[in-house]
Nanobody
């Protein structure tokens, strides 16, 4: 499975960005798609996840009500709509795919990772 993330950029606080992650390869084996982020000097942290079957979603508390994860299975693409962005949202955002083993909020549960896309929010 290969993952290609895009959509990052520089935005002012309060602005929005739509991140995309296109999957290719053995995508039928990936049951869960997620987004993580890593700020400078910090650990990579969970942001949001979506189950390909059924569409259940989960978010970290700090983005609830502002971010929305969605998936288009016909295009093998997962999206992260980020609204009301804050400077503390600044990070490299990574998409990831999991075969469904382990907790979907845990980094170790994911088998494949994209290259990351930079999101910078200015105050």
């Amino acid at each position: 499975v290969q993952l290609q993330a895009s959509g990052g950029g520089l935005v002012q606080a309060g602005g929005s960005l739509r991140l995309s992650c296109a999957a290719s390869g053995r995508t039928f084996s990936m049951y869960v798609m997620g987004w993580f982020r890593q700020a400078p000097g910090k650990e990579r942290e969970f942001v949001a996840t979506v189950f390909r079957s059924g569409g259940s979603t989960y978010y970290t508390d700090s983005v609830k009500g502002r971010f929305t994860i969605s998936i288009d299975n016909t295009k093998n693409t997962v999206y992260l709509q980020t609204n009301s962005l804050k400077p503390e949202d600044t990070a490299v955002y990574y998409c990831a795919a999991s075969g469904g083993v382990g907790l979907p909020t845990i980094r170790a549960s994911y088998d494949y990772w994209g290259q990351g896309t930079q999101v910078t929010v200015s105050s």
